[in-house]
């Protein structure tokens, strides 16, 4: 480590990031026997226009990535400002995340989310090392979109963008 390095706790650099604004999203997938499966993310963005790809980020830690992860195709829910919800149920380990949420199916049989501001159905294009999470890319075979207002996470709470004070 040189000089100018700092050793960082992980709770100062979450909080330090946590500052920046972002939207949330929740991969979905299958498990091989069709089982739908889905987790939070907070760490996805648009990678490149031509050919269309996206990243996104999950840890080490998950017990639902590497399962979707098998299928090779996944999709990704953009979040309603009305779904705030999802992000809580989706976002702890274990249990039926599902369970009394409207799941409209993708035509490749995706689970999807029935308000979503907006989807990118994906293939799994390649994975790279990052740490404690692997840096998912995917290329994006479809999308839809909505005239929904996204939902925004920011210092560790989600916010709807009609709260947020906007200047022009």
Do not use: Y
């Not at 996206?54 to 195709?73: E, G, M, N, V, Y």
């Not at 995340?97 to 995706?110: H, R, Y």
């Not at 308000?115 to 404690?132: F, M």
């Amino acid at each position: 480590m040189t000089a100018s390095e700092q050793q960082l706790a992980p709770e100062v650099l979450r909080d330090i990031c946590g500052r920046w604004a972002t939207g949330v999203a929740i991969v979905t997938g299958t498990d091989t026997d069709g089982t739908p499966l889905g987790l939070a993310v907070n760490s996805f963005t648009s990678l490149s226009l031509d050919p269309p790809l996206i990243l996104f980020c999950p840890a080490h830690s998950s017990s639902t990535w590497p399962r979707i992860r098998k299928t090779s195709q996944f999709a990704v829910n953009v979040l309603s400002d009305r779904q705030a919800h999802l992000v809580r149920a989706f976002a702890r380990s274990g249990g039926d995340k599902f369970a009394g949420v409207e799941v409209v199916p993708t035509p490749d049989g995706l689970p999807a989310f029935a308000g979503a501001a907006a989807r990118l159905v994906c293939r799994v294009d390649d994975i790279h090392p990052g740490g404690d999470h692997e840096i998912v890319v995917g290329r994006v075979l479809r999308t839809e979109q909505s005239d929904a207002e996204p939902l925004l996470f920011h210092r560790g709470m989600t916010k709807a963008l009609s709260m947020v004070s906007v200047s022009r």
